[in-house]
Every structure is written in C-alpha cells, then in structure tokens.
C-alpha cells in the first residue's frame, strides 16, 4: 500500500486548483478499498473519484482515497437489452463511448460529461431530457464504518434534479464502488426533444439519427459552448437551473419575452441558469485568474492560478446578482469543499 505525503491535487481536479492532501492513496481494489477504511493511522478520510464536480477551497488535512477502481462486465442481457455492470473508476464519457461501439442505446445524451462512473449517482447527472436515472439499475457502495458492500436499488437512490439519497441522508456514509445500467440493444429510444439536437441534427445532414448521431449532435453541442477542463480548468455547470413557479414564471416572461423555459409540471418551470447570469452582463466577466466563461455563463472558470476561494468568491457575487435583478436564488451543483 503506497500512501503518499504532502501530494499537490491540482491535476486530480478539473478546476485545478493546487490545493495539497495531507496524504494520498490510490485505490485498485475493493479488498484495498477495506484496508484503507480500517487504518487507524489516518482517521480523517477525503473520498476522491475524478474531481469533476467539485471546488476545493483548502488544503486536505486528511487521507485522500482517489478511487481508481475499474472494469465494465455484462451481467444479463437478451434480444432487446443489456444490463452492464461499471466500476466506479471508469471514465464517464469513455463508457459512453463503449456503450456505443457495442451498439446499446441510452447513455448518448449524456455524452461528454466530465467525471468518473462513480460520482454520476451522486448527484444524478443528467443533460439535454436524459437522466442517469433513466437507465440506473443499481449500485453498489462500500459503507465507511464497517466496509460492508450494500446494494442500492433506483427507488432507493431517492433521485431527483440532481440530487440523490447521496448528497442527503447517506451523504459522507458510503463509498460507490460500482454501478449497474440497463441498455437498450434494439428499438432504441431516441431523446431529440431539446432544440439545440434537432437544430445540429440538422446541421449533421442528419434526417433519421442514430444513437451514434444523437451522441455526435451532444458533444458537438457541448464542444461549441463548454470549454475543455484540460485547456481552461472549470467542473461544466456550476449552478442549476432554478425551478420557478407559474405565477413567476408569468411574471418574468412579461418583462422577457425570449425567456427561454422548459415547464416541469402544471405549476413549475424550470430556468436556464446561464441565461439569467447572462442578463446580469456577466457572461465572459474576468476576475484575476477567476471567471464566467465567454461562451457559457452556466460555467466558471480558473485561466490559470486562481485559487478555490476566489472562484467561490466569484459564485457568490453570481448568486448575488441574480437575486437582486431576478429575485431568483441559483445554487450550485459543484460540491463545494470548505
């Protein structure tokens, strides 16, 4: 077991922010992973997957696991689906692009999304009518206290808009170590409700898409507005999209007749985030080496050695503004370390 001391996280996180880790293990296995949840020697442990959704503000005054576990294997399949089993480790969008070559239909609206398989049911990650949600079987998770594998069903994942019974009441309590989808192999059911698919679609010369099609309309998409993480450091969205209700709804589309929506139910809508940043004019607003990206005001962004406080800073002033020209509050989908 090599745990190492005093290691600098920058390139283990999106934002790149160089904050350091006390000490540092790498984990391969789930015999390891149990090995590491009993030493006695390091009793404060940091759980740390592909640092895609997350701001460090401060160093780690603990031991830092960076889960590394990988392997994708089928457990069950027919004439029509397949359900696969994921380690936690793998590489989101390289599992969506496995998924494709292999032919199996649900994960390419979800294609470019940056992270690691075992954060996604974190917080239920989801982009342009698809949720993980929609193809999550199970998962299986290693509890911290007694380092005992424990299955979780869909219904008992508790998912909603990005949020999961992760983020809540087993926030801090387990470990995900793997994760089971059900795919389609035939009669694929292809999700090009958002305008921005139909429109690229159609840019792609594209009149009868496959998934493979909806999956190259995504990162397109994605590619024309999100700004690469290995380029310019950010973790995607930093806020979600706020959910309003109709009689705000009304309210706001009289005075913006663009505003773009997407209603949720009879009395709700949901808002882009990013739209409304940008009506505050601070779309590609810079602060030192902290900002809002040029291209896509949903995103903040590190240019090269801001720290986590001065991008937290830099939230903060969003929701700020926000509030006071839309009295709608936007919080965060990053997971914040404080």
Known sequence: MNIQENISLKNYNTFGIDVKAKAFVEING??????????????????????????????????????????????????????????????????????????????????????????????????????????????????????????????????????????????????????ALKLSKTNHTLNTGYGAIEDQLRKNGVVYPTIKDISDAVIAIRQSKLPDPMEIGNSGSFFKNPVISRKTYQKLKKHHPDLPSYQVDEDQYKIPAGWLIEQCGLKGERY??????????????????????????????????VSQKFNIHINPEVNIIK
């Open 288 to 321: 030192g080496d902290a900002g809002v990206h040029e291209k896509q005001a949903l995103v903040l962004v590190n240019y090269g050695n801001a720290t986590g406080l001065e991008i937290l800073e830099l939230a903060e002033l969003v929701q700020k503004t």
């Open 30 to 179: 789930l015999a390891q992973l149990q090995k590491v949840l009993e030493l006695k020697a390091y009793p404060d442990k940091f759980i740390l997957s592909g640092g895609s959704n997350m701001l460090l503000t401060k160093d780690i005054d603990a031991l830092v696991m960076h889960i590394n576990l990988k392997g994708i294997t089928v457990l069950e399949e027919n004439d029509d689906e397949v359900i696969i089993k994921v380690m936690a480790g793998e590489n989101w969008h390289d599992l969506v692009l496995w998924s494709l070559n292999k032919g199996y239909g649900g994960l390419e609206n979800l294609s470019l999304i940056p992270g690691n398989v075992g954060t996604a049911p974190i917080q239920n990650i989801g982009a342009y009518g698809v949720e993980l949600k929609d193809v999550f079987e199970s998962c299986a998770a290693m509890e911290i206290r007694t380092g005992e594998l424990v299955a979780f069903s869909n219904d008992q994942c508790e998912f909603s808009y990005r949020d999961s019974i992760f983020k809540n009441e087993a926030k801090g309590k387990y470990i995900i170590t793997s994760v």
